[in-house]
């Protein structure tokens, strides 16, 4: 895995594995069920992901919506390909939500909602919570 996934948290945060991408809890979750999205390929451009690799996104962003959306009913979702600091291609992906979703009775206020997301304002989580938010949506993932 590439050090972008690395940094990510790979293999704790997996949520899935395809062939040429992953599903990452997002360590800092700047609103409930945020993700990354990282292509396993050596590629840091987004235009050389191979075809195969643009194929198989359609599959994972299809199984993310469904999944978030099962878990914690999001009103809009956010996928930012920024690549400044972890070069390797890979997606922010953040739900957005109008009333602050809860899990386990704790609210997850998204702080910059209707405006873009501020990835510097995110909710504190533990091992404990991150696992729990791994397994909400997991329990909602689509069969493969």
Not at 51 to 57: D, P
Not at 105 to 115: K, T
Request: charged letters at 20%; hydrophobic letters at 40%.
């Amino acid at each position: 895995m590439n050090e972008t996934i690395q940094k990510f948290g790979y293999p704790g945060t997996l949520i899935r594995e395809y062939e040429n991408w992953v599903v990452l809890l997002r360590p800092q979750q700047v609103t409930l069920g945020s993700l990354i999205l990282a292509c396993k390929e050596p590629v840091r451009q987004f235009g050389d992901v191979s075809s195969a690799g643009y194929a198989e996104l359609k599959r994972a962003t299809n199984d993310i919506e469904q999944a978030l959306t099962a878990a914690f009913a999001y009103q809009r979702i956010n996928y930012l390909m920024l690549m400044m600091v972890d070069p390797d291609v890979h997606f922010h992906v953040i739900p957005r939500y109008a009333e602050p979703p809860s899990l386990d009775d704790r609210p997850f206020a998204d702080q910059s909602w209707p405006g873009p997301p501020a990835l510097n304002l995110y909710t504190e989580t533990d091992p404990g919570t991150n696992r729990a938010i791994i397994e909400a949506i997991t329990e909602h993932w689509p069969a493969a």
